[in-house]
């Protein structure tokens, strides 16, 4: 397991849209376990693979609840709306607000291979929306409501 180096808005990867993962091999597995180890050591509640330069549609999250690792993530529902401020580990200091559906439903395979349903609500709701976007080259800034950004310092 390794802590991988995250991508920075500006790097063209980030906007390239990730392939489907056709085989868990132990090499996803240990990507999955190194995006893992990346998103706790910045700190993070997501991380897709495209922002450790990966382009696979594979993401992790967890909003305090334990690991939830998804692999070809597809939101098959979506109900309501809240708006909210929004960050990324790929925009450092900044950000704004953002609308996203208030409860989301999400399928996709897990580590093993079987079919998995995520449901969630509030920051998990929006946790989902944000990394499956990321798969797609989007990122929560081309979403941002206009006027919204704050810009902050980091931590030192």
């Known amino acids: 397991m390794a802590i991988r180096e995250i991508r920075v808005k500006g790097d063209e990867i980030l906007r390239k849209k990730c392939k489907e993962v056709k085989e868990i091999t132990?090499?996803?597995?240990?990507?999955l376990d190194d995006m893992a180890d990346t998103m706790y050591a910045a700190n993070g509640v997501g991380l897709a693979a495209p922002q450790i330069g990966i382009l696979k549609r594979i993401v992790v999250i967890d909003v305090g609840e334990g690991i939830i690792e998804?692999?070809?993530?597809v939101v098959v529902e979506t109900k309501g709306a809240v708006?909210?401020?929004e960050a990324c580990l790929s925009v450092p200091?900044?950000?704004?607000?953002?609308?996203?559906?208030?409860?989301?439903?999400?399928?996709?395979?897990?580590?093993?291979?079987k079919?998995?349903?995520?449901?969630?609500?509030?920051?998990?709701a929006v946790a989902l929306c944000h990394e499956t976007d990321h798969l797609d080259g989007v990122l929560y800034v081309d979403k941002a409501l206009p006027n919204t950004e704050t810009i902050w310092e980091e931590e030192v």
């Open 115 to 124: 079919k998995i349903v995520v449901e969630g609500t509030e920051l998990l």
């Open 26 to 31: 132990p090499k996803i597995l240990t990507l």
């Open 93 to 113: 200091g900044k950000s704004a607000q953002v609308e996203r559906p208030e409860y989301v439903k999400v399928e996709a395979l897990n580590r093993e291979g």
């Open 70 to 73: 998804l692999i070809n993530p």
């Open 83 to 85: 708006i909210g401020d």
